[in-house]
């Protein structure tokens, strides 16, 4: 990848798609792109476990075939006039989530330039993918994160050999920390989503998509910090202008709506989500402009409607996802019903495509959630 980085205010599609195709040489190396499926629906399911009697039939998922090889056949199990789902599976990636795009690209740029040491404040996910990255190209990596992360994720973290430190549960706490230690030991940081390089491996998505997408589709995205978004919108804005990037953020996380509203970052004080993947107190100073810019529009969903959508894609596509990680699907439940108005609504034929960006979820966590 090119060592230019971009302004967000001068990044146009055009210069910002070539700039995560240069990203993409490095991310296609070592990861093939991921599924993409349809989800069979079921008018039988509306939460909690059905009946025995009630049982799905094992139709399971359908795999991906081209733009054209089932668009024609209306599902059995989805009402007439309905959009179809789809879902992208970051679930499925290495480290269990798509942050490894974006670390990649970052690390492999730092070892490049002979950096030996990593530094990078993480809920889980991303620190996960730092490690993951550092050990691939034989650098230290130190992952700053909260005490509350899941058992899960600290432990994947440790198993590829970083340093883990904790401290408390606010994001801008782990930058402080991450700022620190990286000062000190004269290590460089790999900022979660607020780095170009970040931006431009997370974006790499959605090149994997441009064969698929059609004049109409929707393509639903989870808004943490904006590193997914930004990268997806910028390169979809480059090739369909009739492709919607509508964006999905937890009800008590929503500081991107409300930074939206207000026409600037604002910085929310208390974050209340079962999504810890989504927990950013404030959208990145990079990401940003270009969720202004290029995301027609924001849905915003509750606690309940993530947990229904997490169990759908267990009970309905046999798919383990985290929480942050059903919040696209929950989205495009709400854009059926129209949430988002028609800024997010699909076009004629249009398909409405989710971002199941992650599955790495606490084994007690998602058996209560499957039970409720």
Known sequence: MSAEVPHPDTLTPA???????????????????????????????????PPTEDALPARGMLPFQGPDASNEKESPVTKRGE???????????????????GALVAVADAARRGVRHVVTPSSGNHGRAVAFAAKLFGLKATVVVPETIPAVKREAIAALG???????????????????????????IVYPYDDPRVVAGQGTLALELFSFLRTGDVLLVPVGGGGLIAGIATAVKARFSGVRVVGVEPEGADDTRRSLEAGYRVRRETIETMADGLRAEMPGAFTFPLVQRYVDALVTVSEEEIAAALRRLFLEARLVAEPSGAVALAGAFAVREGRGGRAAAPGEGGR???????????????????RR
């Open 352 to 370: 409405l495509i989710a971002v199941i960006s992650g599955g790495n979820v606490d084994p007690e966590l998602f058996c209560s959630l499957i």
């Open 83 to 101: 959009a179809e789902i789809w879902l992208k599976l970051e679930s499925l990636q290495p480290i269990g989530a798509f942050k490894i795009r």
């Open 162 to 188: 970083a340093e883990i430190v904790q401290v408390g549960a606010r994001s801008s706490e782990r930058l402080e920390e991450a700022e620190s230690i990286a000062a000190e030991r004269e290590a460089e």
């Open 15 to 49: 210069w910002g798609l070539s700039w995560i195709a240069a990203a993409a040489e490095t991310v296609h190396k070592y990861l093939p792109p991921t599924p993409l499926v349809r989800l069979w629906e079921s008018a039988s399911i509306s939460g909690g476990l």
